[in-house]
Structure formats: C-alpha cells, structure tokens
C-alpha cells in the first residue's frame, strides 16, 4: 500500500455535501479539520471548504489521478477556465516519496508550497510541513471545527 495526501476543495453549491461525497469515495485513513478559504487566480467567485486526506492506495499515481477526476465528475466538476468555480477539486498533493513531473501530473503537486489552504491543512497531518506555512502568513484560513 502507498500513502497519498489529497487536497479537497469547493466553493459551489454545498460544498460540505461536496466533501462529504468525494471524502466517502475516497476512503481516508486520516481527514484535517476543514478549512475557509479565500479564492486565489480568479478572485470573483465565493470562498473555499478545503481539507486534505491520507489515503492508503494500491493504484498508480496515474491510475489515482483517473479516480480523482471520476469523483470530481460525479459531483458535476467543469472546466471553464483556469482557477473557475467548482463543486469539486481534488489534488494529489503527495503520492509517497514518488516525484513526477508530466503535462497531466506533477508530484509532488506544483504549488503545495504557496498554498496556505492546502499547507495549513496538510500540516495537521504531516507537522514537517509547519515551517512552509508559516511562511504564508499573508494569505487568510479559517479553521472550521
């Protein structure tokens, strides 16, 4: 088994049905608490629910990003524009000690490192990651308990 850490996000609709959902499908070992977020790239659009999941996993990294995008489908994830609205976004963030860098998938995830919604919640999980988020002190969470 492989241990994978998954950022969760939505900003339509009811976004806690919407983790909710993906969090069922997903099976976690481990959930962070959730968090409210502002949104970053396109500003005009409602804040985030995020959280971040372990999972033990004997899928692909490839074979993983296919269920990911099959749950996001199932809640009726578009894909209008970079940054757009949506019900459902789902993130592999760590995929164990793999890295890869492709046009359809980089590990570890591009951006996990300027990414307060996606550190904050990781490092409840995984404190090693503590030391990057106090770096993003600028960017607004809110821990919802």
């Known amino acids: 088994m492989i241990t994978a850490y ?11 049905a919407h983790l909710a959902f993906a969090l069922a499908e997903l ?13 970053l790239g396109y500003l005009d659009q409602s804040s985030f629910l995020n959280c971040v999941c372990e999972i033990q996993t004997t ?3 490839w074979a993983l ?6 749950i996001e489908n199932l809640r009726h994830r578009l894909r209008p524009f ?3 609205p ?7 963030l760590l ?19 300027q990414r307060a919604f996606v550190l904050a919640p990781l490092a409840h999980l995984l404190p090693a990651y503590l030391p990057l988020l106090a770096q993003l002190s600028h960017q607004q969470i809110t821990r919802l308990d």
């Not at 359809?104 to 951006?111: A, S």
């Open 65 to 70: 990003l296919h269920e990911v995008h099959r």
């Open 95 to 113: 995929y164990s000690n793999i890295s890869i860098d492709s046009p359809r998938l980089t590990l570890p995830h591009p951006h996990l490192a």
């Open 6 to 16: 998954l950022g969760l996000g939505s900003n339509l609709g009811d976004r806690q």
């Open 27 to 39: 099976r976690p070992s481990r959930v962070s608490p959730f968090y409210e977020t502002a949104p």
């Open 86 to 92: 949506r019900t459902l976004d789902i993130d592999i």
């Open 82 to 84: 970079p940054n757009a």
């Open 59 to 61: 899928l692909s990294p």
